[in-house]
């Protein structure tokens, strides 16, 4: 769902980005490395650069996505983790269309799958995810996904029991003059489940909507389309970690709902 300091991009452009298999389980994949850099960060030092690492594949059984970050705090420290800390994600799906072999449509969905997620940062901050997931066809849009997770928190929040969570990831790319815009991005939606507000200095409700806006630039300069992107990325956040935006804890923290824009430059591989 979250990255300790900065967002999560969901699959982002590399799904089109994959290239086939001819033989083997594996049928495509894409790699990246992204640049960003951005101010008024909440909770965490407001300055923050952020390198990551995306895998995004396709397999015989489903696909997977998996990122991880290494965050600079540009010389601040930060309480417990001084000047730099890590997350990732890694998120299999199977799907149930090319494990049954038979074709899945209903409306919009095109393919039901059981979805996962295991996010990992530092010290105890870890959570495991699992839900159904769906494949939709969406006019003009290059992929949507939509999944439904149970999430279970075993980190330093100490929200003491399960929450939901539903995220919706995107991709679009719109053609401008002799290239093209993509935008992409996620939104994760965790609601409250019975006994997660038993703590009042969190709480298992918070959104966090995550889209970037990023020009082509390698196919304008003729270095090859969806190559080289540069762009800015959008991160609104509310009680940022689960944490109460004007509870007990933000009295050390400060707010935390977080409203921030970064710039970014993506390199896919």
Known sequence: MK???????VAGGLLAAGQAMADGPLLWQGNSLTYLNGHDYKVNPGIQQTVTFEHASGWTWGDMFMFVDWINYNGEADSGQGNSTYYGEFSPRLSYSKLSGNTFSFGPVTDVLLAATYERGEDRNRNYLLGPGFDLAIPGFDYFQLN???????????????????????SYTLPVGDSDVLIDGFI??????????????YVSKNLHINPQIKYDLG?????GEKKVYVGIEYDYWSNKYGIRDGGPVSEFVGKTDQNTFSVIAKVNF
Do not use: C, H
């Not at 990255?3 to 991009?9: N, Y």
């Not at 196919?219 to 270095?223: E, G, Q, R, S």
């Open 188 to 201: 994760d939606w965790v609601v409250n489940s019975k006994g997660s507000e038993s703590k009042g200095d």
């Open 148 to 170: 439904f997770y149970y999430r279970k928190p075993d980190g330093i929040t100490g929200v003491p029991s399960g929450q939901w969570q539903i995220t919706p990831a995107w």
């Open 219 to 223: 196919k304008a300069l003729n270095m």
């Open 3 to 9: 990255r300790t300091l900065t967002s999560l991009i």
